[in-house]
């Protein structure tokens, strides 16, 4: 069951906090995840940070945003490949990406009703720059998030 985009958009959008928070977690090694529990800042929904690096590549760094563990709000990939649907959009924004394929890129997935994570759009650069150190990715996605009170991490992913 999919949720409605409108539901989607505000759980992206809920103030989220991290569980345990006196915890440092360290970041994973190569091809493993490290997940994290985050709960919206009125405790009424909850929420899991996912960091995932590459095993072969180890310059692909992903990081997601996941509600009630399936569903995908957003996932922010770092030298990535993947392949839009060649369909109609269902979001007008997505038009210019039908088809779109990206070639070890970095770009993020957005939650689309009826396609998951399925739709994929180049950085946007109101939100995300372009940077050099993976880990500086990670501090903008979880802004984009909107964990107001992001985990502490140890360690690298470079």
């Known amino acids: 069951m999919d949720l409605f985009q409108t539901d989607a958009d505000r759980l992206l959008a809920l103030p989220k906090i991290h569980v345990g928070s006196d ?3 360290l970041l994973p090694k190569d091809g493993k995840t490290l997940e994290i529990e985050l709960m919206s800042e009125d405790q009424s929904e909850s929420f899991i940070l996912n960091i995932w690096r590459g095993t072969i590549r180890l310059d692909k760094t992903t990081y997601g945003t996941r509600y009630k563990k399936i569903y995908i709000l957003s996932r922010l990939d770092i030298n990535g490949y993947h392949t839009n649907p060649d369909v109609e959009p269902p979001l007008d924004f997505l038009r210019p990406y039908v088809g779109r394929r990206f070639n070890a890129e970095t770009h993020v ?7 998951n994570d ?8 109101s939100i995300l720059k372009e940077v050099s150190v993976p880990q500086d990715y990670l501090v903008q996605f979880m802004r984009y998030c909107n964990i107001i009170e992001p985990p502490t991490f140890q360690g690298t992913l470079v």
């Open 118 to 125: 399925k739709w994929a759009v180049p950085l946007p650069h």
């Open 23 to 25: 915890k440092t977690y």
């Open 109 to 115: 997935h957005i939650y689309t009703e009826g396609f």
